[in-house]
């Protein structure tokens, strides 16, 4: 089973349902586009030694309890999911939304799940670290990033994000790149998978760098 297979098979679809307005089926549909683009866009950004920093930084609000046990959308905070989805997509997130719209789920639904669905992808990604042993968290002063039986990875010298590279930055790619694989099993997934790679291209990655 696939990351993305995993973060749906969590989903409370129902009550995301009703929080946008629309029909559980449609949601699932929606979610199964948006989450392998969510994921792909985060391993554009963390390719990229900056990206990789300033992700793990973002990954130290987060953790991984979602997936503990019934997830609620009480336990998601939408205004940061926003925030978060403009850092991953940056200027191209009306492009990539509209692209995806074209699997024919609709940009304004993908509009309004990208918040909700954001914070949980990266709830997922804290989970999957920490089963390896190196979940990002701050420690001391802004810029260190450490994980359990490491020294704090220090801000470089001149600014910019701690830890883009090492063995945080390994893991986190492990993981995104894990988390992708498999995708595609199911008729969404794969017309997700298609426009992915064929339409979105170098939109994804037009995230914060720094």
């Known amino acids: 089973m696939s990351g993305v297979e995993d973060i749906l098979s969590a989903l409370p679809i129902d009550q995301i349902a009703q929080q946008v307005a629309s029909d559980p ?21 963390a390719s990229d030694p900056s990206g990789a920093g300033s992700l793990l930084e973002a990954l130290t609000q987060h953790s991984g309890d979602l997936f503990g046990g019934s997830m609620s959308l009480d336990q998601i905070d939408v205004n940061d999911g926003a ?19 074209s699997t024919g789920v609709g940009s304004q639904l993908l509009k ?52 883009g590279g090492g063995v945080l930055g390994d893991v986190l790619q492990q993981v995104l790149t894990g988390a992708l694989q498999g995708a595609g099993g199911g008729r969404s997934s794969s017309a997700a998978g298609s426009i992915l790679g064929d339409l979105l291209g170098g939109l994804l990655g037009g995230g914060r760098r720094s």
């Open 83 to 101: 925030k978060a989805a403009g850092h991953i997509f940056g200027d191209n997130q009306d492009q990539v939304i509209n692209q995806l719209g």
């Open 25 to 45: 089926a449609l949601v699932q549909q929606a979610a199964s586009v948006a989450i392998p683009a969510i994921l792909s866009g985060l391993q554009a950004n």
């Open 112 to 163: 309004k799940l990208l918040p909700i669905l954001v914070p949980i992808v990266l709830s997922y990604i804290v989970k999957q670290m920490s089963a390896k042993g190196a979940a990002p968290s701050q420690s001391g002063d802004s810029g260190q990033i450490t994980f359990p039986g490491q020294e704090p990875q220090a801000a470089p010298a001149g600014g910019g994000s701690a830890a």
